[in-house]
C-alpha cells in the first residue's frame, strides 16, 4: 500500500532520510523540516492513506496511543509545557502533504501563537440547525 508517487511513503519507508525520532513496523516518527517550534515532529504511517477519511479504524487507535507515548517523551525530554496535535485534512483546511500525518507541536511559555481561530457567536437556532444536519 504504497504510493510511488509519495514523499511521505518514501520517508515513512526509509528510502529518504529524516531526522527519525520512532519507529516501528508500521509507523515512522520524523521530525518535521519546516517546524512551528522546537521539536515538531510528524507521525506517518509507513502504508499510503492520503488522510483520516483513507486510514482504517484500527490504524486511528494505534496513531493515538503513540501519539500519547511521544507526547510523553517530548515533555520529558524537550521540558515543553504543552502539546497541540494537529492534523489536517484537504486543501482547504491547510493539508499540503496527501499522506495522513498527525503532528506533535509541543509548545513552550512564550506566548507564541499556533493554532488559532476568532470565536463565532452563533444563534442558538443556528446551532440546533447546524447540530441537526450532522446528526442526520
Ligand atoms: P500539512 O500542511 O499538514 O500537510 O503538513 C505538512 C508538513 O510536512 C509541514 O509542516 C512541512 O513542514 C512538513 N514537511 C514537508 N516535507 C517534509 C520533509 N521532506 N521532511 C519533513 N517534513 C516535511
Ligand atoms: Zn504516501
Not at 528510502?15 to 517550534?37: K, M
Not at 476568532?118 to 441537526?132: K, V, Y
Request: glycine residues 8%; hydrophobic residues 35%.
Amino acid at each position: 500500500m504504497r504510493d510511488e508517487a509519495c514523499i511521505f511513503c518514501k520517508i515513512a519507508n526509509g528510502e529518504v532520510p529524516s531526522n527519525t525520532l520512532y519507529e516501528d513496523d508500521g509507523y515512522r516518527v520524523i521530525l518535521d523540516l519546516g517546524p512551528a517550534t522546537r521539536g515538531h515532529a510528524l507521525i506517518l504511517p509507513k502504508d499510503h492513506y492520503a488522510d483520516l477519511y483513507e486510514l482504517p479504524d484500527e490504524k486511528c487507535a494505534e496513531v493515538m496511543k503513540l501519539a500519547k507515548k511521544m507526547a510523553l517523551r517530548m515533555r520529558e525530554k524537550l521540558g515543553c509545557s504543552g502539546l497541540n496535535l494537529v492534523q489536517n485534512n484537504g486543501e482547504s483546511a491547510g493539508q499540503t502533504v496527501r499522506h495522513f500525518h498527525l503532528h506533535l507541536i509541543p509548545r513552550y511559555d512564550d506566548g507564541s501563537k499556533i493554532v488559532e481561530w476568532t470565536p463565532g457567536n452563533p444563534s442558538p437556532e443556528e446551532l440546533a440547525q447546524i447540530r441537526d444536519t450532522i446528526r442526520g
